[in-house]
């Protein structure tokens, strides 16, 4: 039942983890000040570079540590990896 | 539709076992002015919100769930490894026997979580000042968890969510004169 708990995750995973929320975090509150100032332009156009570069890390960490999303926004190996790898609480 | 991302929105760790800061975080878990409210009262709010509003909305709204799991991941890394006798130490006695470790929607008096803690007036001035008095009492009940703890990991995760607080009264403030501003303009011909 609490098998995952006991995956011992390399330094390299918290790396490419850490890498992930930095550029989420620059994406998600980019998203949140364009919906009170649509027209600032060069946020636009951050947003947009910060977008293309998170698609390269994503694919990057997912090679590596499996799949990040459900319902088929993610490739998965044989056998079905979506429960194998852990869940956020047990890193 | 939402989509589940199989990780935390910033890093939570925990120094050591302690059911009593477990305890106390639960008020932002189930609180009133916890993270279950915050995000079931922005997206039940959307329908009947302007539209230039609705994506700050769902925006935020969503983020709030991001929040709720980091809190709960809080709580079962510092419960996780508590003998019942250290639970009950800590004042979670009667939590252990109704969940054992379970994380459940209450605030840190036992509290359940209860709808009359939001609203949804449909008038939308009066649903964004409840947002931005929703995001400041959340804030300071994030100083409040962060005075209680001397445990550094801890405060590290607890002053990210601090600091979203910050940003999200200031979007909803910002929101307001938006709104504002508009009903200002439709009244101008």
Redesign the interface.
Same mark, same amino acid.
């Given at each position: 039942m609490k098998e995952n708990e006991n995956l011992k995750m390399d330094d390299n995973y918290y790396k490419c983890l850490r890498r992930l929320q930095e550029i989420d975090f620059v994406l998600l509150d980019l998203s949140i000040y364009l919906d009170t100032h649509p027209f600032d332009q060069q946020a636009v156009a951050q947003l947009n570079q910060y977008s293309q570069e998170r698609q390269i890390l994503y694919k990057e960490y997912e090679k590596c540590y499996g799949p990040l999303y459900e319902f088929g926004r993610s490739f998965s190996k044989y056998p079905w990896e979506w429960p194998k790898t852990p869940w956020p609480w047990q890193v | 539709m939402w #989509?589940? *991302?199989? &990780? /935390?929105?910033?890093?939570?760790r925990v120094s050591k076992c302690d059911p009593r800061m477990a305890k106390y975080l639960l008020e932002a878990y189930g609180g009133a002015d916890g993270e279950l409210a915050a995000a079931l009262r922005y997206l039940n709010q959307r329908y009947s919100i302007p539209d230039k509003v609705i994506? /700050?909305l769902t925006?935020?709204g969503t %983020?709030e769930f991001a929040h709720l *799991?980091m809190i709960?991941?809080m709580f079962? &890394?510092l419960t996780k490894d508590c003998t019942p006798q250290q639970l009950e130490a800590a004042g979670l006695g009667s939590h252990y026997v109704a969940h054992d470790r379970a994380i459940f929607y209450k605030d840190a008096s036992g509290n359940p979580f209860t709808a009359t803690y939001i609203q949804a007036k449909g008038d939308p001035i009066a649903d964004l000042y409840e947002d931005i008095a929703a995001e400041e009492k959340a804030r300071a009940t994030y100083q409040w968890l962060i005075d209680l703890t001397d445990d550094v990991d801890l405060q590290d995760s607890l002053k990210f969510l601090r600091e979203r607080e910050v #940003?999200?009264s200031q979007?909803f403030r %910002?929101?307001v004169e #938006?709104l504002k501003f508009e009903s200002d303009r439709k009244q101008v011909f």
């Open positions: - | #989509i589940y *991302e199989k &990780k /935390l929105q910033y890093p939570v994506g /700050l925006d935020i %983020e *799991e709960a991941t079962y &890394k #940003i999200h979007r %910002e929101a #938006i």
